[in-house]
Nanobody, 128 residues
Framework: QVQLVESGGGLVQPGGSLRLSCAAS????????MGWYRQAPGKEREFVAT????????YYADSVKGRFTISRDKAKNTVYLQMNSLKPEDTAVYCC?????????????????????WGQGTQVTVSS
């Protein structure tokens, strides 16, 4: 089992930045990838970014490419999401997720069904 706890959300003005953190505990050795998803009110859950735990390769949704950066600190068992140039449409609950199985296909890593463990989420609100 893997437990995930997100932090770092809050209220920020358009154009501002936030850094989200997701701390993992439990069976860390079983993690192959970790991802960030978001869900806005009345909308479906949306893939944001993912990172392979061992080699650090990353993949992003087009909507955040060039503005968001996912990274991980293996020593701290933590994955981060640095969000810059935030827009009102980035407002959502952001959740991190962990996958126990390996996949070479980014399309699979962008699919929520691929992940085995989920955090509770942290609210990000972008508003002036």
């Amino acid at each position: 089992q893997v437990q995930l706890v997100e932090s770092g959300g809050g209220l920020v003005q358009p154009g501002g930045s936030l850094r989200l953190s997701c701390a993992a505990s439990g069976s860390i050795v079983s993690i192959n990838a970790m991802g960030w998803y978001r869900q806005a009110p009345g909308k479906e859950r949306e893939f944001v970014a993912t990172i392979r735990w061992n080699d650090g390769d990353t993949y992003y949704a087009d909507s955040v490419k060039g503005r968001f950066t996912i990274s991980r600190d293996k020593a701290k068992n933590t994955v981060y999401l640095q969000m810059n140039s935030l827009k009102p449409e980035d407002t959502a609950v952001y959740c991190c997720a962990a996958a126990a199985t390996y996949s070479s296909r980014w399309s699979r890593l962008a699919d929520g069904a691929y992940y085995d463990y989920w955090g509770q989420g942290t609210q990000v609100t972008v508003s002036s």
